[in-house]
Nanobody, 126 residues
Protein backbone atom coordinates (compact mmCIF):
# COMPACT_ATOMS: atom_id res chain seq x y z
CA UNK A 1 0.00 0.00 0.00
CA UNK A 2 1.12 3.54 -0.78
CA UNK A 3 0.51 6.53 1.44
CA UNK A 4 0.37 9.96 -0.18
CA UNK A 5 0.59 13.15 1.85
CA UNK A 6 0.02 16.53 0.23
CA UNK A 7 1.28 19.90 1.44
CA UNK A 8 1.63 23.43 0.18
CA UNK A 9 -1.95 24.54 -0.18
CA UNK A 10 -3.18 27.88 1.07
CA UNK A 11 -4.74 31.23 0.23
CA UNK A 12 -3.31 33.31 -2.60
CA UNK A 13 -4.46 36.27 -4.65
CA UNK A 14 -5.31 35.93 -8.31
CA UNK A 15 -2.17 36.00 -10.40
CA UNK A 16 -0.10 34.51 -7.63
CA UNK A 17 1.70 31.19 -7.34
CA UNK A 18 1.75 28.14 -5.11
CA UNK A 19 3.71 24.90 -5.16
CA UNK A 20 2.06 21.73 -3.97
CA UNK A 21 4.08 18.74 -2.82
CA UNK A 22 3.07 15.12 -2.43
CA UNK A 23 5.29 12.70 -0.55
CA UNK A 24 4.81 8.98 -1.14
CA UNK A 25 5.73 6.23 1.29
CA UNK A 26 5.21 2.50 1.43
CA UNK A 27 5.06 0.46 -1.78
CA UNK A 28 6.22 3.34 -3.97
CA UNK A 29 7.07 1.02 -6.85
CA UNK A 30 3.35 1.15 -7.61
CA UNK A 31 3.50 4.88 -8.37
CA UNK A 32 4.81 4.76 -11.92
CA UNK A 33 2.29 7.46 -12.69
CA UNK A 34 1.70 10.27 -10.23
CA UNK A 35 -0.69 13.10 -10.72
CA UNK A 36 -3.06 15.68 -9.39
CA UNK A 37 -6.81 16.04 -9.45
CA UNK A 38 -8.94 18.77 -7.93
CA UNK A 39 -12.47 19.10 -6.67
CA UNK A 40 -14.35 22.34 -6.19
CA UNK A 41 -17.49 22.53 -4.02
CA UNK A 42 -20.47 21.01 -5.78
CA UNK A 43 -18.37 19.73 -8.67
CA UNK A 44 -16.90 16.39 -9.65
CA UNK A 45 -13.24 15.60 -9.14
CA UNK A 46 -11.37 16.66 -12.26
CA UNK A 47 -8.02 15.77 -13.73
CA UNK A 48 -5.21 18.35 -13.53
CA UNK A 49 -1.89 16.75 -14.51
CA UNK A 50 0.03 13.47 -14.55
CA UNK A 51 3.68 12.48 -14.89
CA UNK A 52 5.38 9.17 -15.56
CA UNK A 53 8.21 7.59 -13.58
CA UNK A 54 11.07 9.11 -15.57
CA UNK A 55 9.48 12.54 -15.67
CA UNK A 56 9.88 12.70 -19.43
CA UNK A 57 6.17 12.29 -20.11
CA UNK A 58 3.53 14.63 -18.76
CA UNK A 59 -0.04 15.48 -19.60
CA UNK A 60 -2.17 18.44 -18.51
CA UNK A 61 -5.78 19.46 -18.52
CA UNK A 62 -6.43 22.23 -21.03
CA UNK A 63 -7.57 24.52 -18.21
CA UNK A 64 -4.11 24.54 -16.60
CA UNK A 65 -1.81 24.04 -19.57
CA UNK A 66 0.86 26.74 -19.70
CA UNK A 67 0.23 27.78 -16.09
CA UNK A 68 0.88 24.60 -14.07
CA UNK A 69 3.95 22.37 -14.16
CA UNK A 70 4.16 18.87 -12.72
CA UNK A 71 7.52 17.37 -11.77
CA UNK A 72 8.89 14.62 -9.55
CA UNK A 73 11.95 13.74 -7.53
CA UNK A 74 12.14 9.96 -7.27
CA UNK A 75 15.00 10.11 -4.78
CA UNK A 76 12.57 11.85 -2.43
CA UNK A 77 9.47 9.94 -3.60
CA UNK A 78 7.83 13.31 -4.11
CA UNK A 79 5.77 14.87 -6.87
CA UNK A 80 5.25 18.61 -7.22
CA UNK A 81 2.70 20.88 -8.85
CA UNK A 82 3.93 24.39 -9.54
CA UNK A 83 0.91 26.61 -10.07
CA UNK A 84 1.41 30.05 -11.59
CA UNK A 85 -1.01 32.75 -12.76
CA UNK A 86 -3.65 31.35 -10.44
CA UNK A 87 -7.29 32.22 -11.05
CA UNK A 88 -10.31 32.11 -8.73
CA UNK A 89 -11.56 29.16 -10.81
CA UNK A 90 -8.53 27.18 -9.59
CA UNK A 91 -9.99 27.19 -6.07
CA UNK A 92 -10.47 23.58 -5.02
CA UNK A 93 -9.18 20.77 -2.88
CA UNK A 94 -6.18 19.32 -4.71
CA UNK A 95 -5.58 15.59 -4.45
CA UNK A 96 -2.38 13.72 -5.17
CA UNK A 97 -2.81 10.38 -6.87
CA UNK A 98 -0.72 7.46 -8.08
CA UNK A 99 -1.02 4.33 -10.14
CA UNK A 100 1.14 1.56 -11.59
CA UNK A 101 0.31 2.61 -15.15
CA UNK A 102 0.93 5.86 -16.93
CA UNK A 103 -1.85 6.42 -19.45
CA UNK A 104 -1.05 9.90 -20.71
CA UNK A 105 -4.08 11.52 -22.35
CA UNK A 106 -6.16 8.44 -21.49
CA UNK A 107 -5.52 8.84 -17.77
CA UNK A 108 -8.02 11.58 -17.04
CA UNK A 109 -10.52 9.51 -15.05
CA UNK A 110 -10.28 9.32 -11.27
CA UNK A 111 -11.09 5.61 -11.48
CA UNK A 112 -7.81 5.07 -13.35
CA UNK A 113 -5.82 5.73 -10.18
CA UNK A 114 -5.50 3.43 -7.18
CA UNK A 115 -3.78 5.63 -4.57
CA UNK A 116 -5.05 8.93 -3.19
CA UNK A 117 -3.95 11.50 -0.67
CA UNK A 118 -6.25 13.34 1.72
CA UNK A 119 -6.15 16.57 -0.24
CA UNK A 120 -4.95 20.11 0.35
CA UNK A 121 -7.08 23.24 0.00
CA UNK A 122 -6.12 25.90 -2.53
CA UNK A 123 -8.08 29.14 -2.40
CA UNK A 124 -7.54 31.92 -4.94
CA UNK A 125 -9.08 35.27 -4.10
CA UNK A 126 -10.07 37.79 -6.75
Amino acid sequence: QVQLIESGGGLVQAGGSLRLSCAASGRTFSTNAMGWFRQAPGKEREFVAVINWSGRNTYYADSVKGRFTISRDNAKNTVYLQMNSLKPDDTAVYYCTGDRSYRGPDGFRANDYECWGQGTQVTVSS
